[in-house]
């Protein structure tokens, strides 16, 4: 049998230094992957395989921890290298990469690690030159389009050269192990399931904060913003997969058909509702962990109404999830970076303990994605005495951190990611009609926005965005969970 090979585009790009490399050599140590498996690396850098074996050893040293860098590990995994330079935009370059493919086994995955833009004419020239068939898996990065119209035309050309179940569409999200976690956590126990609808909850929240600007992505982010970079497919996963019913099986058709049916149920904030549903910001100067930053204008260095924050009151048109608001809520240079769930649930129907002084909190189940991976349950629980003055009840967190679950060390989301893909396991890819399900109901919001002539309004940057977000929820008597 010849051996397998990883085709990754991109191979000299961002991605595959920080987390694509990295993640591959970490399955590597681990033997996890196949025998003689060859990854081939492609850009249109001029390097041949001793010069990108030199890139990925110093990407390893810098994004690896030291102590993992044993050095007949990363001998044997560079070893696995080998590089082909193709300008994508060029067909005639393919057919060097065709004859590097035969010479090396029999192609199994591709990685396009590359800007969107170079999807379509990457796509035709592997199937030009007889690389797309014989079960060959495509992998493709976000952001798949920038509305719904662009993403079919992706979705489509993909589609001529690949069919859908050799279409692996990336959210990484999907990769870490509490968003796994989560679904242990619903469809594993007893307990919360009951209680996961309108009966029980009260609101979910979804944050993801960054605090960094613009990083050197002013020409990807500017036009593009805060909805279209991480509501549209990040946060709507979340929010799929906590309001999604139960899955008959742990298995791709059965997941994604549930998430699609959360997503078509999104209820559409159009012109009507984009004013009251939605809020904009746009960070000005400010200060964030105590160190002054410019506003995004002063990095763009130019005028600009692209949204850095964003936060919106979805609902959830079915019956489990009626009148229970979702609130979302995304921004950069924001106080801290993290990334959270937060359900809401609601308070006891009667507390006996009123009349005894005790103060009920409404428990709250808290799961974190970033910086730390972390599930926390807050509970009522008495405080031990012999309440002479009354009785005395406490939150306190029950954690199920990922430390107390773990047998080794914390994995890059992408190792699962494309462990899978080698295998061909599509359940943690997303699939077309739920990209397009997202689009549409983006669409339909920045619709409204223009109809309503929205603009993003100023915050601080170290702030939690305008004081307009804080209204949003405030307004139903929720407060932002910081
Ligand atoms: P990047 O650093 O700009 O890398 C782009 C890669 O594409 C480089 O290897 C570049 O190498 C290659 N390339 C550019 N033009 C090419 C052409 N005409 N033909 C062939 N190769 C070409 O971008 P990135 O940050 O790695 O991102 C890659 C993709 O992942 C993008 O779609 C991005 O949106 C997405 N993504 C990135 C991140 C992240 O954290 N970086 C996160 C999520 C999604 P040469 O210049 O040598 O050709």
Same mark, same amino acid.
């Given at each position: 049998m010849p051996h397998q090979i990883l085709l990754l585009f991109g191979a000299t790009g961002d991605l595959a230094q920080r987390m694509l490399l990295p993640s591959l050599f970490g399955l590597d140590s681990d033997g996890l /992957?196949?025998?003689g498996l060859t990854i081939l690396g492609t850009a249109r850098?001029?390097?041949?395989d001793t010069g990108f074996r030199a890139e990925a050893q110093s990407a390893l040293n810098k994004y690896v921890d030291a102590d993992r860098l044993k050095p007949e590990l990363v001998e044997r995994f560079l070893a696995r290298l080998h590089y082909v330079p193709v300008? +994508?935009? =060029?067909? !005639? %370059?393919?057919a060097a990469l065709a004859d590097k493919v035969r010479e090396l086994g029999r192609l199994s995955a591709i990685f396009l +690690?590359?800007?969107?833009? /170079?999807f379509e004419p990457t796509i035709a020239g592997l199937d030009a030159t007889g690389l797309?068939? %014989?079960g060959v898996r495509l992998a493709l990065e976000k952001p798949?389009?920038?509305d719904l119209a662009s993403s079919r035309e992706i979705n489509d050309a993909v589609a001529a050269v690949f069919p859908e179940d050799r279409t692996f569409r990336i959210d990484?999200?999907?990769?870490?192990e509490t968003v796994q976690n989560l679904l242990a956590l619903r469809f594993g126990n007893l307990l919360f399931e009951p209680l996961w609808n309108s009966t029980g909850i009260d609101h979910v929240q979804i944050t993801v904060s960054e605090? #960094? !600007?613009l990083e050197g992505r002013v020409g990807f982010y500017e036009g593009t913003g805060a909805l279209r970079d991480m509501v549209q497919n990040h946060m709507l996963q979340l929010l799929a997969l906590v309001a999604?019913?139960?899955?008959?099986?742990?298995?791709a058709t059965a997941i994604r058909d549930e998430k699609v049916k959360v997503l078509r149920s999104l209820r559409r904030i159009d012109r009507e509702t984009a004013a009251s549903c939605t809020v904009i910001g746009q960070y000005g100067a400010g200060a964030v962990s105590g160190k002054a930053v410019p506003g995004y204008v002063d990095e763009l260095e130019k005028p600009s109404e692209t949204e850095t924050f964003v936060a919106i009151k979805a609902h959830i048109d079915n019956w489990r999830w009626k009148g229970v608001p979702f609130y979302l809520r995304t921004g950069k240079r924001l106080p801290s970076r993290q990334s959270e769930i937060t359900i809401q649930f609601k308070d #006891?129907?009667? +507390?006996?303990?009123a009349k005894r002084g005790a103060i009920l909190q409404p428990n709250t189940l808290i799961i974190r994605l970033q910086p730390e991976e972390n599930i926390r349950l807050l509970l009522m629980a008495k405080q031990p005495?012999? %309440? =002479?003055d009354g009785i005395r009840l406490r939150e306190v967190p029950l954690d199920l951190g990922h430390n107390a679950l773990a047998d080794g060390r914390r994995r890059i989301a992408y190792e699962r990611l494309l462990l899978d893909l080698l295998a061909g396991d599509p359940t943690l890819f997303v699939r077309r009609d739920e990209v397009e399900a997202q689009w549409e109901w983006i669409d339909a919001i920045r619709d409204g926005w223009t109809a309503n002539g929205m603009t993003p309004r100023r915050y601080g940057? !170290? +702030?939690? !965005?305008?004081s307009a977000a804080i209204a949003l929820t405030e307004r139903d008597g929720v407060s932002w969970h910081d």
């Open positions: /992957l196949p025998d850098s001029t390097l041949d300008d +994508s935009t =060029r067909p !005639g %370059d393919f +690690s590359t800007a969107p833009s /170079l797309a068939g %014989d798949l389009g920038h990484h999200y999907l990769g870490k605090t #960094v !600007g999604m019913e139960p899955p008959a099986e742990f298995a #006891v129907p009667h +507390s006996m303990f005495g012999l %309440d =002479r940057a !170290g +702030s939690w !965005g305008p």
